[in-house]
């Protein structure tokens, strides 16, 4: 009886969403979750609905981008990504726990996490990795934080107040994250001193610049 009553209203949900369908890398669990008498969940059926990947609560990312069959022309992109637990009053400690639990102990490009309620991000430092091999030195890489909000307001019009507004949170704007990935050719420049490929310098690197922003809804102007 519970089953049909939540399926019915998660119907909606996923007619409301069809808008996603096949355009999904993944859907993580969140916590307001299901858990359904003939096994699985909302979550996994929400999934499969919109023919998307099911991450549970947290999951590891590699974007391959191609220019061509050529080696030199193939940059890979890393990503963590989780559902997340930072429950913060401020922007800044979900930023600071996204950074001190995942990516001080992960290595990757990006870092995202919902489940902030908090639209944030930022480039906490510049990772230096000892080469294992190669010339001696250090390969430096910037790795990139995102947390995103909500859809839902905390503070309502007054007939119904919630947690949020009962802590005296700070309201939030809505939005969401961007994640831009950018490939490029860039020709050779004899300063870069690229390495040779077969006794023959490479004539360029391809590259891939990675931009990560918050994005919000337009704000409501008075008149």
Same mark, same amino acid.
């Given at each position: 009886?519970?089953?049909?009553?939540v399926?019915?209203s998660?119907? &909606?949900?996923?007619?409301s969403m069809?808008?996603?369908?096949?355009?999904?890398?993944?859907?993580?669990?969140?916590?307001?979750?299901?858990?359904?008498a003939?096994?699985? %969940?909302?979550?996994?059926?929400l999934?499969? @609905?919109?023919?998307? +990947?099911?991450?549970?609560f947290s999951?590891?990312?590699?974007?391959?981008?191609?220019?061509? !069959?050529? $080696?030199?022309?193939?940059?890979?992109?890393?990503?963590?990504?989780?559902?997340g637990?930072?429950g =913060?009053?401020?922007?800044?400690? @979900?930023?600071?726990?996204?950074?001190?639990n995942? @990516?001080?102990?992960?290595?990757?490009d990006?870092f995202?996490?919902?489940?902030?309620?908090k %639209? =944030? %991000?930022?480039? +906490?430092?510049?990772?230096?990795?000892?080469?294992?091999?190669?010339?001696?030195?250090?390969?430096?890489?910037?790795?990139?934080?995102?947390?995103?909000g909500?859809?839902?307001?905390?503070?309502?019009?007054?007939w119904? !107040?919630?947690?949020v507004?009962? @802590?005296?949170?700070? $309201?939030? +704007?809505? =939005?969401?994250?961007?994640?831009r990935?950018? +490939?490029?050719?860039?020709?050779?420049? $004899? &300063?870069?001193?690229?390495?040779?490929? =077969?006794g023959?310098?490479a004539?360029g690197?391809?590259?891939?610049d990675?931009?990560?922003?918050?994005?919000?809804?337009?704000e409501?102007?008075?008149?």
């Open positions: 009886m519970l089953d049909t009553m399926l019915k998660h119907d &909606e949900i996923i007619k069809q808008f996603m369908d096949k355009r999904l890398i993944g859907l993580h669990e969140g916590h307001h979750v299901h858990y359904l003939t096994g699985g %969940n909302t979550d996994q059926r999934a499969s @609905a919109l023919h998307a +990947p099911f991450l549970g999951a590891t990312h590699r974007l391959v981008l191609n220019r061509g !069959s050529d $080696p030199l022309r193939r940059r890979v992109i890393t990503m963590v990504s989780m559902h637990n930072a =913060g009053r401020k922007v800044h400690s @979900a930023l600071a726990y996204l950074d001190a995942f @990516a001080n102990a992960w290595i990757a990006i995202a996490m919902g489940h902030g309620c %639209n =944030g %991000n930022m480039a +906490p430092f510049e990772r230096q990795t000892v080469r294992r091999e190669g010339p001696a030195g250090v390969s430096r890489s910037i790795p990139r934080l995102l947390v995103v909500g859809f839902s307001r905390g503070y309502t019009d007054g119904k !107040s919630d947690y507004e009962r @802590a005296g949170m700070t $309201p939030q +704007p809505l =939005g969401w994250g961007l994640i990935l950018r +490939p490029s050719w860039r020709t050779n420049r $004899p &300063e870069l001193g690229l390495p040779n490929n =077969g023959h310098q004539s690197r391809f590259s891939v990675i931009d990560v922003s918050s994005r919000f809804f337009t409501d102007r008075d008149g």
